[in-house]
């Protein structure tokens, strides 16, 4: 069963920590995504990949970066952690947007205090 | 701006029945349309995608209808369950190109026994 694997599914952070959330796909996916989902809203995009150390800031980058090293592996670093960061983070991949949709991993239920 | 709404409050139907819920977007110009299933505390999980030319297209007990004129789609599920109670999450793709995916905010739906 093709799998998104995110790190952790609770992280409970101090304001100013940098956080690191990590995800892996098994599916050889060249686009990876990082969404967040807040009650009442639906899922922003914060950064994507189409590739290996390629990068594209989503709709809210602020206060986020990504690290793409590896082709099945994307990370989503806050650099500094903020309350207003706690939020559902859900990691995706996906191959053409023509036939098929995201696969998302579980999510990271991140609090800040 | 852009908008995709979804009906925010919850629908509640009776075991067997059809559910059917709605999906409708304005200021956007979609090539695909998807349909996702979450359960709470979960990511989403892909369930069907239709195309801008295509006007209905069904998996097992799921029919989505996509129209372009009314700017509206939608969802049934018949012969609902208990186990098909979940928020439902619709999500545009744009026709420029790229991944651009607005998602909607879901509607959550309660199938009672």
């Known amino acids: 069963d093709v799998k998104v694997t995110q790190s952790s599914r609770y992280l409970v952070k101090r304001t100013g920590e940098k956080v690191f959330l990590e995800c892996v796909q098994d599916?050889?996916?060249?686009?990876m995504f990082w969404y967040r989902q807040d009650p009442g809203l639906g899922l922003r995009l914060i950064y994507f990949?189409?590739?290996?150390?390629?990068?594209e800031k989503g709709d809210i980058p602020e206060g986020y970066s990504v690290s793409r090293e590896k082709k099945e592996r994307f990370s989503l670093i806050l650099e500094s952690a903020s309350t207003n960061q706690t939020s559902m983070y859900l990691c995706?991949?996906?191959?053409?947007?023509?036939?098929?949709?995201?696969?998302f991993g579980s999510g990271t239920r991140l609090t800040v205090v | 701006s852009q908008k995709i709404e979804q009906n925010s409050e919850a629908l509640n139907i009776q075991e067997g029945k059809t559910a059917t819920l709605t999906c409708n977007y304005t200021n956007y110009s979609p090539a695909y349309l998807q349909w996702y299933r979450q359960d709470p505390g979960r990511g989403p999980v892909f369930l069907l995608l239709i195309r801008e030319n295509e006007k209905e297209k069904r998996k097992e007990r799921l029919k989505v209808t996509f129209d372009t004129t009314l700017k509206q789609s939608l969802f049934h599920i018949t012969a609902s369950q208990p186990a098909d109670s979940a928020t439902y999450l619709c999500?545009?793709?744009?026709?420029?190109?790229?991944?651009?995916?607005?998602f909607g905010a879901g509607t959550r739906l309660f199938v009672k026994a």
């Open positions: 995706a991949s996906r191959t053409s947007a023509d036939t098929y949709g995201y696969t």
């Open positions: 599916m050889d996916h060249e686009n």
């Open positions: 999500a545009l793709d744009s026709n420029t190109g790229g991944f651009k995916t607005i």
């Open positions: 990949s189409y590739d290996v150390k390629m990068k």
